[in-house]
């Protein structure tokens, strides 16, 4: 048997490229917990021995809310918002509070186009209530939570109805962007980003970073567009070994090409996006009247981890 005739690479990748497919979600796996554990260490030293004695857990912990979209129909519609199909894509016309958003537009809109700015302020609040509690468990769940959601609202992608370019003939620029380029270069990245800061409104801040990552969206995509059609259309894509498997993915050479055109744009996302987490635990912290909290005390196996297994409820096209 021909393992490399191109009929069993075919083959090959019905069988294992899709399993595989459904474990890159959002910015990916590798770079959700890149994020959440790099951030630990943009905090103060009244907080920062709590958080790196429980660093593992919310760095394996940051990719829950994706494995939650396997068996949680709620849990899709919190990690992006398409402001494309508000009003013309006015960003302004969508009101910032959710109980005014969803008296202008009613919840099941919402819900249908996104909530990710109004997930963040959610999550943040139940970590607030967490740290007033001195709950561990629920202060590991939810730091790695809302990291993870912090992390998604800084991808462009997450913001528009095209996330994934099927209306610009682009279909696959989402996992490419967000996962095969941080997990190609990140190594590389200077990823100290500095130390946190307590951020007045948890709600507006996140509001920022959408306009921030929406203003990008426009060169995201017409940059890989332009690209493809000046790259040599059979060296676009090739077969590459990820995670000990052969699958058909960008190839290096294309996938370093668009990386170089976007002139630092992923680094600096993932900068902001690492920065931002911290602030956002540092802030929770604050608001609960930054209590003492017991270093001796262990986290409790969870028993509810979800699995990344099966098909997501939601939004496939994200890989």
């Known amino acids: 048997m021909n393992l490399c005739s191109p009929i069993m ?10 399993p595989l497919a459904l474990l890159c979600c959002s910015w990916g796996f590798f770079a959700h917990k890149h994020i959440n554990q790099r951030a630990v260490f943009t905090l103060p030293a009244k907080l920062a021995p709590f958080y790196k004695k429980h ?3 919310i760095t394996e912990k940051a ?11 709620a849990e899709s519609p919190r990690h992006f918002i398409d402001i494309d199909d508000y009003d013309a894509g006015v960003i302004d016309s969508i009101p910032i509070h959710w109980s005014a958003a969803k008296e202008k ?14 997930q963040i302020h959610f999550t943040y609040q139940k970590l607030v209530t967490a740290f007033t509690k001195k709950d561990v468990q629920a202060i590991i769940r939810y730091s790695a939570d809302i990291g993870h959601y912090i992390g998604d609202a800084h991808v462009p992608l997450h913001t528009t109805n095209n996330y994934n370019g099927q209306y610009s003939g682009q279909i696959g620029i989402h996992a490419f962007w967000e996962s095969r380029i941080p997990e190609m270069f990140a190594r590389d990245y200077n990823l100290l980003v500095g130390k946190a800061v307590y951020i007045d409104s948890s709600l507006d801040t996140a509001w920022a970073i959408i306009r921030e990552s929406h203003a990008l969206v ?3 995509l017409k940059i890989e567009k332009e690209l493809s059609k000046e790259f040599p259309k059979h060296r676009q894509r090739s077969y590459i070994t990820r995670n000990n498997t ?5 190839s290096d050479a294309y996938t370093k090409a668009y990386h170089d055109r976007m002139n630092g744009m992923v680094e600096s996302r993932m900068r902001k996006s690492i920065w931002r987490v911290g602030c956002y635990w540092l802030s929770a912290w604050v608001d609960a009247g930054q209590p ?8 409790k196996p ?11 409820i939601g939004r496939e096209e994200w890989h």
Request: with cysteine.
């Open 105 to 118: 537009y009613q919840e099941r809109t919402l819900l249908a186009q996104g909530i990710i700015p109004w």
């Open 9 to 18: 690479k075919k083959k090959m990748l019905i069988c294992i490229g899709v």
């Open 63 to 73: 990719v829950d809310p994706d494995k939650r979209c396997y068996i949680d129909s």
């Open 55 to 57: 660093i593992d857990l």
């Open 218 to 220: 426009k060169d995201v």
């Open 292 to 299: 003492e909290l017991n270093l001796k005390q262990e986290a």
């Open 246 to 250: 052969l699958i058909w993915s960008y």
């Open 302 to 312: 969870d028993n509810e981890e979800p699995k990344a297994n099966g098909k997501i």
